[in-house]
């Protein structure tokens, strides 16, 4: 009987052993688990990270791509102002001065049509109210006939390229010339500080 409890012993000892093995297997397994869920976790975040980083500098592409257009537009345009210049200023006379000036016309033409197509557009002005997001007034000239702050006249016209605007239009405004008796009634009545007499 002895023998046989010393092999009970022996079968308990081992048992103890693989019960503690197969512990450290399933604690082993757990932590196995913990990590492939944290770099799944982690996997998603930079995928997330690497989407938002290409629509971000897909967008920044877009931007500069159009500031450089709108930058070589606005350099033009002094170029189309003095083709619509020679347009008002030249009458030609003979034939030869005529098949020059439609040559003119059709680059003029041509350059008005390309920056159409870049979706280049004039600012509104006369009859306009002034908006001095789109205008620069460099007169102002009174009108009862029109509302106060109307657009009166285009000296140079704006242009702008989506919602950018590549240059203020230069326009008069009118405004309304107010009577002012009243003013020069307070000041008719203020008292001068120096006395002038003898």
Known sequence: MGELLAELEGELFDLRDQLAASAGVASKAEGLEGSLAASKDQLLR???DFENFRKRTAAEKDELSSRA???V???LLPCLDNFELARTQVKPETEGEQKINNSYQGLYKQMVD???GL???TVDTV???FDPELHEAIMREPS???PDGTVLLEFRKGFRMGERLLRPAMVKVSFREEAAPAASADTDSEPNSIDESP
């Open 114 to 116: 390309i920056m159409k």
């Open 46 to 48: 930079l995928t997330a």
């Open 144 to 146: 009862d006939d029109v």
């Open 69 to 71: 257009k709108g930058d």
């Open 73 to 75: 537009i606005a350099g």
């Open 127 to 129: 009859g306009a109210p």
């Open 119 to 121: 979706g280049v557009e």
